[in-house]
């Protein structure tokens, strides 16, 4: 079994910068695919971020440039650094673990994943 838990949400301006952290439980963590995905009531869940266990990281469109993502396999850790934050970006955000079928490069975008945490809201002020 695997649990995910984030942490670092809150409010900002536009224009901030924010860290999100997932911190995951078990000992499969450094094998795992990983990934950010964010969801607005009435929209569909959107994946936006993605990092392979070997370090390889893909993003949507949408925040491409300006979002990071990164892990720290010793910590059981993987964050999200969200800098120059729009409006649009405000939503709730979770993490995710291990795509249900094999993927390979941006197809982990497209996945959908086994566990998943409770989330944490961003949100961004105009």
Wanted: net charge neutral; with cysteine.
């Amino acid at each position: 079994q695997v649990e995910l838990g984030e942490s670092g949400g809150g409010s900002v301006q536009a224009g901030g910068s924010l860290r999100l952290a997932c911190a995951v439980s078990g000992d499969r963590f450094s094998r795992n695919t990983m990934a950010w995905a964010r969801h607005n009531p009435g929209k569909e869940r959107e994946v936006i971020a993605v990092i392979y266990a070997g370090g390889s990281t893909y993003y949507a469109d949408s925040v491409k440039g300006r979002f990071t993502v990164s892990r720290t396999n010793d910590k059981n850790t993987m964050y999200l650094q969200m800098n120059n934050l729009k409006p649009e970006d405000a939503a709730m955000y979770y993490c995710a673990a291990e795509p249900t079928e094999a993927v390979t490069g941006g197809e982990a975008l497209s996945a959908d994943y086994r566990y998943w945490g409770q989330g944490t809201q961003v949100t961004v002020s105009s």
